[in-house]
T-cell receptor, first 116, second 111 residues
Framework: EAGVVQSPRYKIIEKKQPVAFWCNPI?????LYWYLQNLGQGPELLIR????????DSQLPKDRFSAERLKGVDSTLKIQPAELGDSAVYLC??????????????FGEGSRLTVL | LAKTTQPISMDSYEGQEVNITCSHN???????ITWYQQFPSQGPRFIIQ???TKVTNEVASLFIPADRKSSTLSLPRVSLSDTAVYYC????????????FGKGTRLSVIA
């Protein structure tokens, strides 16, 4: 079974340019997460989707970040315009959360963004 | 949100047992304790989860005392490939409280 797929794996852009990351979760997983991970730090939640609804976006900087999950499957995270401080790894995760499950998160390999 | 506290780093020789302790004094009744492992350039990977007492799988054991204010991840006979960052998280299974990753514990296994 395929895991969580993210693209691109690496992206280098100049500041003020836009950038987008794409995530394809594990088939059937209703919950999708976007995390940001800075070097030497743990992942920080940006947004969580339940199907196509964003149920927790309190940590998403809405002035420049946006996300969508059309049809409750794939998701896109966009930054416009990018700033130097946005350089980080952007991780996507999915989970299946019926009652009694472990709620285990399955992560993709991440998209490493470098803003010059 | 229940916060967790772990050692920043640990070193171990190959073949030894490694115990990483996590403090979570404010754990809620519905919270479970979950540990993830992260290798460089990869996303975190689920290792083990427990609610109380002891849980064991093919990778690790998780010890949780009766008061549940701490937990210990035990890795038996570590190898070089166990070098990674280990995260302790607390939250309910339904995800009603968002899982918060701290800085984790960086385990270095030495030959």
């Amino acid at each position: 079974e395929a895991g969580v797929v993210q693209s691109p794996r690496y992206k280098i852009i100049e500041k003020k340019q836009p950038v987008a990351f794409w995530c394809n979760p594990i088939s059937g997983h209703n919950t999708l997460y976007w995390y940001l991970q800075n070097l030497g730090q743990g992942p920080e939640l940006l947004i969580r989707y339940e199907n196509e609804e964003a149920v927790d976006d309190s940590q998403l900087p809405k002035d420049r970040f946006s996300a969508e999950r059309l049809k409750g499957v794939d998701s896109t995270l966009k930054i416009q315009p990018a700033e130097l401080g946005d350089s980080a790894v952007y991780l996507c995760a999915s989970s299946l959360r019926p009652r009694g499950s472990t709620g285990e998160l399955f992560f993709g390999e991440g998209s490493r963004l470098t803003v010059l | 949100l229940a916060k967790t506290t772990q050692p920043i780093s640990m070193d171990s020789y190959e073949g030894q047992e490694v115990n990483i302790t996590c403090s979570h004094n404010n754990i809620a009744t519905n919270d479970y304790i979950t540990w993830y492992q992260q290798f460089p350039s990869q996303g975190p990977r689920f290792i083990i989860q427990g609610y109380k007492t002891k849980v064991t799988n093919e990778v690790a054991s998780l010890f949780i005392p009766a008061d549940r204010k701490s937990s210990t991840l035990s890795l038996p006979r570590v190898s070089l490939s166990d070098t990674a960052v280990y995260y302790c998280l607390v939250g309910d299974k339904q995800g009603n409280t968002p899982l918060v990753f701290g800085k984790g514990t960086r385990l270095s296994v030495i030959a």
